[in-house]
């Protein structure tokens, strides 16, 4: 099955810089690869997401990057702001079996510093 | 509002005292399944659901039962819970396993 690992596990960055969040998956046939974000006290909630037709998406402070030959793909958030402040899960999932769904990251705690 | 509803949000019980918690989602979607989330562990799936009357083992089921007799219900029972099961659980329900996920609030429970 699909094993994907995430990096950093935590995060500090100063108000207004980038945030840069990675992560590799090990099964060839995954074709999406989406981003969660988790508040305090919520369930996650997807903030973007890109499918293996494109290599990079972008919505407005964030975007995602996708490399298919080295099966990663990043999340970039720039301008960070305190509200930024989250845990973010990467996911994937594969095109053939795994009627499971999405495999998840284990998560990085991002703490933006003011 | 489109949501994934579940309850308890809270719950501390004992070793052995079987309990359900319950989970609806209002967005007639196909697609529904069960996750804990532990200290660096991440979100780990427990059950999951493609239908009506369809249900399939995660990566951790051991101890836990689902059921899925109504579209938009996918209830998490413990049987006889034990202290290795306090968690963080959330429900999630999408259109397909492929899609976006709508996780609902959590169910945290802690079984003493």
């Known amino acids: 099955g699909e094993n994907v690992e995430q990096h950093p596990s935590t995060l500090s960055v100063q108000e207004g810089d980038s945030a840069v969040i990675k992560c590799t998956y090990s099964?060839?046939?995954?074709?999406?690869f989406p981003w969660y974000k988790q508040e305090l006290g919520k369930g996650p909630q997807l903030i973007i997401d890109i499918r293996s037709n494109v290599g990079e998406k972008k919505d407005q402070r964030i975007a995602v990057t996708l490399n298919k030959t080295a099966k990663h793909f990043s999340l970039h958030i720039t301008e960070t702001q305190p509200e930024d402040s989250a845990v973010y899960f990467c996911a994937a999932i594969g095109s053939g079996g795994g009627a499971d769904g999405l495999t998840f990251g284990k998560g990085t705690h991002l703490i933006i510093q003011p | 509002e489109a949501q994934v509803t579940q309850n308890p949000r809270y719950l501390i019980t004992v070793t052995g005292k079987k309990l359900t918690v319950t989970c609806s989602q209002n967005m007639n979607h196909e697609y529904m399944s069960w996750y804990r989330q532990d200290p660096g562990l991440g979100l780990r799936q427990i059950y999951y659901s493609m239908n009506v009357e369809v249900t399939d083992k995660g990566d951790v089921p051991e101890g836990y039962k689902v059921s899925r007799k109504e579209k938009r219900n996918f209830p998490l029972i413990l049987e006889s819970p034990s202290p290795n099961q306090t968690s963080l659980y959330f429900c999630?329900?999408?259109?397909?396993?492929?899609?976006?996920?709508?996780f609902g609030e959590g169910s945290r429970l802690t079984v003493l």
């Open positions: 099964d060839s046939a995954s074709n999406y």
């Open positions: 999630a329900s999408s259109f397909h396993k492929a899609g976006e996920l709508f």
